[in-house]
């Protein structure tokens, strides 16, 4: 039988715009730290064993805002990495592992929850991504195999906080 497996994609909170820092040194605003703090609520129970996050500073603080309480790996290769580098990160995770979270940016996130979403997923949690991504969704994703054989999941469930801006 296979080893079931829990994904969570999740985009960072919401940052303040680019300054003297520079992209990558981009901290949370306080508004950020709240969304991230909401989301960790939301994932207090969820199994999550480790943490690869980009070494962004945004992304950093999104974990540390979760407070999971687990072991987290920095990842330079996470940030500014396309979809397709974030899936050969997983693909190399430890195979005794069963849950794990993905925090990184957005466009690669959200691509790679569109590319791994098969039609088995929930179409609300689908839904709630098909057209905005918005800072701080985190996506739950779960299939059956190893890391290594990823290439489709079924997305059970979108949190977010904030709802799509109204033009």
Same mark, same amino acid.
């Not at 730290?33 to 129970?45: H, N």
């Not at 992304?59 to 920095?74: F, P």
């Given at each position: ?8 994609l999740?985009?960072h909170?919401?940052?303040d @715009?680019?300054?003297?820092?520079g ?5 949370l605003t ?5 969304e991230a703090?909401?989301?960790g609520?939301?994932l207090?129970?969820s ?5 690869v996050v980009?070494a +962004?500073?945004?992304?950093r ?13 920095s990842?330079?290769?996470?940030y500014? +990495? ?7 990160i ?7 592992l ?5 925090v ?11 590319l791994?979403?098969?039609?088995e997923?929930? @179409?609300? +949690?689908?839904?709630?991504?098909s057209?905005?991504f918005?800072? +701080? ?13 990823l290439?489709?999941?079924r997305?059970?469930?979108t949190?977010r906080t904030?709802?799509?801006q109204?033009?």
């Amino acid at each position: 039988m296979s080893e079931h497996r829990v994904l969570y994609l999740m985009r960072h909170a919401s940052a303040d @715009s680019w300054g003297i820092l520079g992209d990558k040194n981009r901290p949370l605003t306080p508004g950020g730290r709240a969304e991230a703090a909401f989301i960790g609520e939301q994932l207090a129970d969820s199994g999550i064993q480790y943490v690869v996050v980009s070494a +962004a500073a945004r992304t950093r603080q999104t974990v540390a805002n979760l407070g999971l309480g687990v072991d987290v790996e920095s990842s330079d290769h996470l940030y500014g +990495a396309g979809s397709g580098t974030i899936l050969d990160i997983i693909h190399e995770l430890d195979p005794a592992l069963t849950c794990v979270l993905v925090v990184g940016h957005s466009p690669s996130i959200p691509t790679l929850v569109h590319l791994l979403a098969d039609e088995e997923s929930d @179409s609300e +949690a689908l839904d709630l991504v098909s057209t905005h991504f918005p800072a +701080a969704t985190c996506c739950r994703l779960e299939f059956d195999g190893p890391w290594s054989d990823l290439d489709t999941a079924r997305l059970t469930r979108t949190f977010r906080t904030r709802l799509p801006q109204k033009p």
